[in-house]
């Protein structure tokens, strides 16, 4: 898929080497090294905080991290996604426990290996949630203890362990960044002891935050350095003042922060208004970041091989009570003002979480992008459909079909719960081509107030069977 329209996330800004040098020297006097063993467990829930989510990485030696908890990100890119992550790495991804695995301690171990044809792999993984969002009034803390792969100067080149998250909009999708937002907690390059932290927003390039760099600061790690021991990292998005502050921290000290104020509404809803953000973990080698730091081309024929970047935990907590954030509509073109008009065209890749499928161009009137390769069991949701207080009586939806004959299925529309029955549906088979665009009505249920819309595809076959490109209701 092309990315010149807009850059893939993590195409990354170049420092300066005097820049990192000088983040990176920072003095230590006074600082105290983490003392905690590696293989700690998740540290007690603090008093006035709730326990979201966390992985303590406990299981046996070689063992894969618990599949219930992580997604496994493989090859050069995601389906159908920017080549070589859109960052210029140059590593395979792999689940092989060689590159992501258990150490049998409480640790996770990611680490980039250099094969005998010269071929690297290494390991990225993205938790399954991808709802991790503070409820208004709270704060959230996403927070990781990690001891950067321990390997500096020539030998570290090309080196890129990370630890961040990314809006949910983007699964499935890889064309809306960086709108929906990212947060770097930690980033490190080449063995340098300093840590980045970094906000991608807006549109790329240059927009409110100045992309491709972002909006970031770095410092070394308090105490001792980086690659040497444990520190922990943490990022905090706080809802409970207004404006609205994200901050860094790093050993619980704090070494950046930007405010809502910077930002105008539009920019801050595209990255906060969705359902939330996905945490990712991996050890990349070469890109843009370390080559522009290095100021050549990474990792080099002095890069060792098998350096792992240890995890002891991933945790999320949330101030007051309650484990579960509690997601906030997100505005849309549709209606800028508050979610979503029943009764205006609904774009079905204006949805704030999804299913199985996947977004791409369309060559249907009016451009832009269509929702493809749906199939059995995919949906879309839409938060805060308002439907007014006259009833609606039906549904109508954009669609095309390429699939073979005998495959067919329903587009159905549920309120408020996968689990509800639908209030109405139609059939769908196919229509001359996965860009042969068919606009079909459906009577629904008489509906008013304000939902959760859920778009549901049901089908007798595996296989694809329908493109959404837009919906309504009358």
């Known amino acids: 898929m092309s990315t010149s329209a807009e850059p893939p996330p ?40 709730s326990l979201v989510w966390a992985d303590d990485f406990n299981g046996s030696a070689g063992s894969l991290p618990s599949s219930s908890n992580w997604i496994f990100d493989t090859g ?8 070589n992550w859109g960052t210029g790495e140059i590593q395979r991804y792999t689940a092989d426990p060689a590159n992501v695995s258990l150490d049998g301690s409480g640790n996770l171990r990611i680490t980039p290996i250099r094969g005998s044809s010269g071929e690297w792999t ?7 949630r991808s709802d991790f969002k503070p409820a208004d009034g709270r704060v959230l803390r996403i927070e990781g203890r990690i001891q950067m792969p321990n390997v500096t100067g020539g030998s570290a080149l090309g080196y890129w362990p990370a630890f961040w998250a990314l809006g949910s909009p983007y699964r ?48 070394a790690c308090p105490g001792s350095t980086c690659q040497s021991t ?12 207004s404006p609205n502050q994200l901050r860094w921290y790093v050993d619980g000290q704090q070494f950046h922060s930007v405010s809502q104020s910077r930002f105008d509404a539009t920019t ?73 008009n ?45 439907f007014g207080s006259t009833p609606v009586t039906q549904f109508v939806a954009r669609v095309a079909s390429g699939a073979a004959g005998g495959v067919s299925g329903l587009v159905q529309v549920r309120l408020d719960s996968l689990s509800n029955p639908p209030i109405g549906d139609f ?35 595996p296989a694809d069977f329908v493109n959404l490109n837009w919906f309504t209701f009358s």
């Not at 050069?76 to 080549?83: D, R």
């Open 10 to 49: 993590r195409r990354r800004r170049l420092r300066t080497l005097m820049a990192v040098l000088a983040t990176a020297l920072l003095p230590a006097a006074g600082l105290i090294a983490a003392t905690t063993p590696a293989g700690a467990a998740v540290p007690s829930t603090p008093s006035g905080w």
């Open 76 to 83: 050069f890119s995601y389906p159908g996604g920017p080549a």
């Open 122 to 128: 290494s390991s990225r993984i993205e938790t399954r």
């Open 172 to 219: 499935g999708n890889y064309q809306n960044w960086p709108g929906v937002g990212e947060f770097d907690i930690m980033e490190n390059v080449n063995g340098l002891d300093s840590v980045w932290g970094v906000l991608h927003c807006g549109v790329a390039p240059g927009g409110p935050c100045d992309e491709f760099n972002g909006i970031g600061a770095s410092r």
């Open 230 to 241: 444990m520190h922990t990292y943490r990022f905090e998005w706080d809802r409970s003042v």
């Open 268 to 340: 801050w809803n595209n990255m906060t208004g969705h359902s939330g953000y996905f945490l990712l973990l991996n050890v990349a080698m070469g890109g843009a970041f370390p080559n522009g730091v290095a100021g050549t081309g990474t990792p080099t024929s002095s890069t060792v091989s098998g350096r792992p970047m240890l995890v002891d935990y991933v945790a999320v907590w949330q101030s007051g009570t309650g484990t579960t954030p509690s997601p906030s509509p997100t505005p849309t073109p549709s209606n800028p003002g508050g979610g979503h």
């Open 342 to 386: 029943a009764r205006s065209t609904i774009q079905a890749e204006n949805y704030q979480a999804q299913n199985g499928v996947q977004v791409e161009t369309t060559t249907d009137s009016g451009g832009g992008q269509n929702v493809s390769h749906i199939a059995n069991g995919d949906w879309l949701r839409f938060d805060n459909v308002n």
């Open 427 to 461: 059939a769908v088979g196919n229509t001359g081509g996965w860009q042969t665009w068919r606009t079909v009505p459906a009577n629904i249920a008489q509906t008013t107030g304000t939902h959760t819309v859920y778009i549901t595809f049901t089908s007798g076959q």
